[in-house]
């Protein structure tokens, strides 16, 4: 099982980037996918999940109107493009994967990526 994560970087407040997830080694189409984030010093944290059709979506509060998470079951990937980003945006972004479900829960994700670093400077 892999969970590629990528596209992370440095940005100024205001920015965009969009994270991509490439999975392999699981029944991609059967899990719910979320993506979470965890900043230096803090617990990791919810930021967005989507369902195994990719017909719903669940967002924190936080990144609500500002994140949009999508997925394609047939290439295997999962991506959340980032907009307005804002200085508290900044931390390590992990891809995860649920079984059967897409909640906001972390102890319900079974596999995780290894993280890509988003910086926003303001």
């Known amino acids: 099982v892999q969970l590629q994560a990528s596209g992370g970087g440095r940005v100024q407040a205001g920015g965009s980037l969009r994270l991509s997830c490439e999975a392999s080694?699981?029944?991609?189409?059967?899990?719910?996918m979320g993506w979470f984030r965890q900043a230096s010093g803090k617990e990791r944290e919810f930021v967005a999940t989507?369902?195994?059709?990719?017909?719903?979506?669940y967002y924190a509060d936080s990144v609500n109107g500002r994140f949009t998470i999508s997925r394609d079951n047939a290439k295997r990937m999962v991506w959340l493009q980032m907009r307005d980003l804002e200085p508290e945006d900044t931390g390590v972004y992990y891809c995860?994967?649920?079984?059967?479900?897409?909640?906001?829960?972390?102890?319900?994700?079974?596999?995780w990526g290894q993280g890509t670093l988003v910086t926003v400077s303001s």
């Open positions: 995860a994967a649920e079984k059967g479900l897409a909640t906001k829960y972390r102890e319900n994700y079974v596999y």
């Open positions: 080694g699981f029944a991609f189409g059967d899990y719910g």
């Open positions: 989507v369902t195994w059709s990719g017909s719903s979506k």
